[in-house]
T-cell receptor
Framework: DAKTTQPPSMDCAEGRAANLPCNHS???????VYWYRQIHSQGPQYIIH???NNETNEMASLIITEDRKSSTLILPHATLRDTAVYYC?????????????FGPGTSLSVIP | DAGVIQSPRHEVTEMGQEVTLRCKPI?????LFWYRQTMMRGLELLIY????????DSGMPEDRFSAKMPNASFSTLKIQPSEPRDSAVYFC???????????FGPGTRLTVL
């Protein structure tokens, strides 16, 4: 199974950058890393994904280490609305979604 | 686009009753997933479909659970008979053909008394 390791919780001051790490040491060469977040009482929401290059979109940036065994999600200017649980996952997806595991994630609290 | 639609949003039932949860995926998506989320076990994949065909149901807890996808725009998850330990939030998600990005619905909160 494609397991990841994330810190259970983090705090971030409003307006500052939030850097959320993820360890995915079992990742294989053709697997993407995906990040989702879940705001309380809502369904998980896609944030960003990447293979080996750093990626940026309107929500966040994703930094993947050269060996691809870990990554960091960066929210450049965290707001109170970014308070959520953040999940990092990886896997072969369409060939074996059953091996993709959503772990407990990181509960990010953005503090005023 | 309306996104993934789930109904009902909340369901309260008594032990032993049949429960049916419904999902309408995003039009054009070819994968559909059913997940269950509890505080103890987190987000668990129950079953997923590709082009209306069940691909893997190894996450379905037991025979009391069944899922169907009669067409590309509708799926159901049925629990019969329901038990208190089935209380959870059930999410449906769909994936378009050209990516692996899952689009989740708002969930159905099920309470079995």
């Amino acid at each position: 199974d494609a397991k990841t390791t994330q810190p259970p919780s983090m705090d971030c001051a409003e307006g500052r950058a939030a850097n959320l790490p993820c360890n995915h040491s079992t990742i294989s060469g053709n697997e993407y890393v995906y990040w989702y977040r879940q705001i309380h009482s809502q369904g998980p929401q896609y944030i960003i994904h990447g293979l080996k290059n750093n990626e940026t979109n309107e929500m966040a940036s994703l930094i993947i280490t050269e060996d691809r065994k870990s990554s960091t999600l960066i929210l450049p200017h965290a707001t109170l609305r970014d308070t959520a649980v953040y999940y990092c996952i990886h896997g072969k997806m369409k060939t074996s979604y059953d091996k993709v595991i959503f772990g407990p994630g990181t509960s990010l609290s953005v503090i005023p | 686009d309306a996104g993934v639609i789930q109904s009902p949003r909340h369901e309260v039932t008594e032990m032993g009753q049949e429960v049916t949860l419904r999902c309408k995926p995003i039009s054009g998506h070819d994968y559909l997933f059913w997940y269950r989320q509890t505080m103890m076990r987190g987000l668990e994949l129950l079953i997923y479909f590709n082009n209306n065909v069940p691909i893997d149901d190894s996450g379905m807890p037991e025979d009391r659970f069944s899922a169907k996808m009669p067409n590309a725009s509708f799926s159901t998850l049925k629990i019969q008979p329901s038990e208190p330990r089935d209380s959870a939030v059930y999410f449906c998600a769909s994936v378009p053909p050209d990516t692996d990005t899952q689009y989740f619905g708002p969930g159905t909160r099920l309470t079995v008394l």
